[in-house]
């Protein structure tokens, strides 16, 4: 039996009633081609009457639950393989800071849990971590909120793990806060770079390409290995008159999934075993079970066949041997992902060709700002001669630059002008100075605003102790004021009888009476 087609959108409900409906086809094993959120739900109702599954791109870790989904078998290497190549990525171009932003469902949470694992273990920092819900309509994405906060923690590299669709809505509205600039580094998962189509769909059809989408780097499952693979692209293109580079990596994953299948069913018929099919009703015969499933899902894991994407074999588990992922790099200029290394657990990252970033640079960006030439900063300030002064209490615009002079004022237009960054001032925003609350714990006025981000620099004269260190960093200091105590000098006098001070009275007294 054959019945084929892929929904990444359909509810629970509707999900259950098309496995049931292959159940009373009587399959004996389903090819998902779905998201790894779907997949979970198929194996566990299939799986639960004895019917295999080969799971084509599911990917979450999770997945991998032998008591729940006994009869699984993953195509593609499990997302903990793909945070081991993104790790990698990461410590080959020596970027120890960086931010995160993914869907909100179990591929873009677990695909990224390797990736805090060994940013933990590696001491790197995590500068933001963000989440968000794809709709049914992904055009009415909206992830600004999300964007400006990671456009505040200045992190300069980006991991973006979600869907194709929804990261071209990212990508779109990350161009508007500059953070697909030159300078910057965005890192795509497979959802991205093995669906290009969708991302890349509207633009396409247009012959046109976002220049958010320049200098893309990723991971791509490795799909070009397979003895397989230049017959299977020549027909595959000539029957679809399409070209080669618009083939999709998980189409010919898929194929390598009903290869799989039919040589385990070959496989199993030569060694003279039979499948009685079952049309298994749920509603009527609860009980109903695919009898020959379980033998036929050990056929699945001998088979060592050579497809269109590599070596296929898989181990006791249901997973695929021989990882590798291809590094691959967005280039506008070529019009797709082109492959510039590679990544197996064995070899770990290897770099073949130029890389382009974000902004079509070749230069490798910093993980944190080292410039702040063309940035526009946040200044918050408050009235504290001769330090600020304000040059006119009526002064309406109090975020004017003419509004104030003093010396920390020209201090800024001369750094200014030496960095070439502009600048806005900013009052506190809950009208005072500020400091440490006696809770302990919360900060009030100019404090507060730098904290909450507010504002990038307090720009008065504050001074330095172990408290505000705690929580805020200090720039050098531009001036040194010791506290003085000046007291009273004692004054000398000349005694006479000085000789006679190591005495106490009783004694005097008695040398007197003596005397006398």
């Given at each position: ?12 409900l ?58 699984l ?97 990212v ?6 806060f ?21 991302l ?15 200098g ?43 290869y ?60 695929i ?59 918050g ?80 004269h ?55």
């Amino acid at each position: 039996k054959q019945w084929y087609q892929r929904r990444v959108r359909d509810r629970p409900l509707v999900i259950s009633k098309r496995v049931f409906e292959l159940l009373q086809q009587g399959v004996s094993a389903i090819i998902c081609h779905c998201p790894s959120t779907i997949t979970e739900q198929v194996a566990n109702l299939a799986n639960e009457k004895g019917v295999p599954v080969i799971a084509v791109t599911a990917t979450d870790p999770l997945l991998q639950n032998r008591e729940r989904r006994p009869y699984l078998l993953r195509i593609s290497p499990s997302d903990q393989q793909q945070s081991a190549a993104l790790s990698d990525i990461l410590d080959h171009f020596n970027w120890l800071h960086f931010s995160i932003i993914t869907s909100y469902d179990s591929y873009g949470i677990h695909g990224i849990s390797g990736i805090q694992k060994a940013a933990s273990s590696k001491r790197w920092k995590i500068n933001n971590i963000q989440h968000f819900a794809v709709p049914e309509d992904v055009a009415t994405l909206n992830v600004t909120k999300e964007l400006e906060m990671i456009y505040k923690s200045e992190s300069r590299i980006i991991i973006l793990n979600c869907g194709a669709a929804a990261a071209g809505q990212v990508l779109r509205q990350a161009e508007t806060f500059g953070l697909t600039d030159a300078g910057y580094a965005w890192i795509v998962t497979d959802g991205v770079t093995g669906n290009f189509n969708d991302l890349m769909l509207q633009n396409i059809r247009h012959k046109l390409f976002g220049a958010y989408l320049e200098g893309l780097l990723g991971t791509m499952p490795a799909t070009k290995d397979g003895l397989l693979y230049s017959w299977f692209m020549d027909d595959f293109s000539t029957h679809l008159e399409i070209k080669r580079r618009e083939i999709e990596p998980f189409t010919r994953l898929a194929f390598d999934a009903v290869y799989v299948f039919a040589t385990a069913l070959h496989n199993y018929f030569s060694d003279e075993n039979t499948i009685t099919e079952r049309n298994i009703n749920i509603w009527d015969y609860p009980g109903q079970t695919f009898e020959d499933g379980p033998r036929l899902y050990e056929y699945f894991k001998r088979v060592k066949v050579n497809g269109t994407s590599k070596m296929l074999s898989f181990d006791d588990q249901g997973e695929i041997k021989n990882a590798k992922y291809d590094i691959v790099n967005f280039v506008s200029g070529d019009g797709y992902f082109r492959e510039v290394g590679y990544w197996t657990p064995e070899s770990g990252v290897q770099i073949e060709d130029y890389v382009v970033f974000s902004g079509g640079s070749r230069t490798v960006p910093a993980y944190q700002i080292d410039t702040l030439e063309r940035r526009h900063l946040i200044l918050g300030i408050d009235v504290d001669p001769p330090f600020i002064i304000m040059e006119d209490s009526t002064c309406d615009d109090t975020v004017s630059n003419a509004c104030y002079s003093g010396y920390c004022i020209s201090l800024v237009e001369e750094l200014s002008h030496m960095l070439g960054f502009t600048y806005e001032f900013v009052r506190p925003s809950d009208g005072i100075w500020g400091g440490l609350d006696p809770d302990g714990v919360t900060w009030t006025g100019i404090f507060k605003d730098l904290l909450d981000r507010r504002i990038d620099i307090a720009t008065v004269h504050m001074s330095i102790n172990s408290i505000r260190e705690k929580s805020i960093d200090f720039s050098v200091p531009f001036m040194q004021a010791g506290l003085t105590v000046v007291v009273k000098g004692e004054e000398e006098t000349s005694d006479g009888y000085f000789f006679l001070s190591p005495f106490s009275s009783d004694v005097l007294y008695a040398i007197g009476a003596g005397v006398l």
